[in-house]
């Protein structure tokens, strides 16, 4: 058995260890918004944050998640209010087909909360590891940047 935190809820899974926490998340405990894109570490659509860091869920291995706290996509609103970040990427129309729309928000999401006050360049370099095919960035930019004045 394996135990760790998600989103504040404790959760055990009996999986062998090397299982893809992006799997298990998936599969064993439900939480669909973290996506598979590649599977090799390239897209960040599987970014969850273990521990405060932001993370590609598809290359560790569910032991790995072993009494740490995670927080995936469905994790980020509180108290059934849409994060700020939420917010900005429906204003700037920042989601288009959604693949990657989690990974991004909650890359973003690890940096305003280690960094609040981000320049626009350390936002870039913050999700410089996610890929998006449908926007060109740009509006994902803007959003972040936004949310950091509705934060």
Do not use: W
């Amino acid at each position: 058995m394996i135990s760790f935190k998600v989103n504040g809820e404790t959760v055990q899974v009996d999986v062998p260890p090397m299982t893809r926490l992006l799997d298990v998340l998936r599969e064993e405990l439900r939480l669909t918004g973290s996506k598979e894109g590649c599977g090799e570490g390239e897209c960040g659509a599987c970014t969850v944050i273990i521990d405060g860091d932001a993370v590609y869920s598809c290359l560790i291995p569910v032991a790995q998640a072993e009494g740490c706290h995670l927080v995936t996509i469905e994790g980020v609103a509180e108290n059934d209010r849409l994060h700020p970040l939420q917010v900005a990427f429906i204003e700037h129309g920042a989601a288009q087909c959604g693949i990657c729309t989690p990974g991004f928000i909650v890359m973003a999401k690890a940096l305003l909360d280690d960094n609040p006050h981000p320049s626009r360049e350390e936002v870039r370099q913050a999700l410089g590891g996610n890929l998006c095919r449908c926007t060109g960035y740009q509006k994902i930019i803007d959003a972040v940047v936004d949310a950091l004045v509705g934060a």
